[in-house]
């Protein structure tokens, strides 16, 4: 099992920078891939980026690819996604999520934390 646990969001200007982590707990944390998603109001969540469980290979969604990078510690257990150039319409709640391979992160997430509100204002 893993527990996942949110953290630096916030309310930024656009164009401004965030860097958010997401803290795990368990035994396991360095065989999961981790993944980031957001969910806008009225919107269903979507997947933002992803990593592997060794680093070696990450995986972005076109929207934010050259502006998000992710990123992890195994030997702290957490991952975390710097985003810069942020634009109002980055505004949503993140989660982070756990799961076994790389595409079913991508594909369904995983384990998910409680989610870290991320406001960018125009």
């Known amino acids: 099992q893993v527990q996942l646990v949110e953290s630096g969001g916030g309310l930024v200007q656009a164009g401004g920078s965030l860097r958010l982590s997401c803290a795990a707990s368990?035994?396991?944390?360095?065989?999961?891939?981790m993944g980031w998603f957001r969910q806008a109001p009225g919107k269903e969540r979507e997947f933002v980026a992803a990593?592997?469980?060794?680093?070696?290979?990450?995986y972005y969604a076109e929207s934010v690819k050259g502006r998000f990078t992710i990123s992890r510690d195994n030997a702290k257990k957490t991952v975390y996604l710097q985003m810069n150039s942020l634009k109002p319409e980055d505004t949503a709640v993140y989660y982070c999520?756990?799961?076994?391979?790389?595409?079913?992160?991508?594909?369904?997430?995983?384990?998910w934390g409680q989610g870290t509100q991320v406001t960018v204002s125009s």
């Open positions: 999520a756990a799961n076994r391979s790389l595409s079913t992160v991508v594909a369904v997430g995983g384990s």
């Open positions: 368990g035994r396991t944390f360095s065989s999961y891939a």
């Open positions: 990593i592997s469980w060794s680093g070696g290979t990450t």
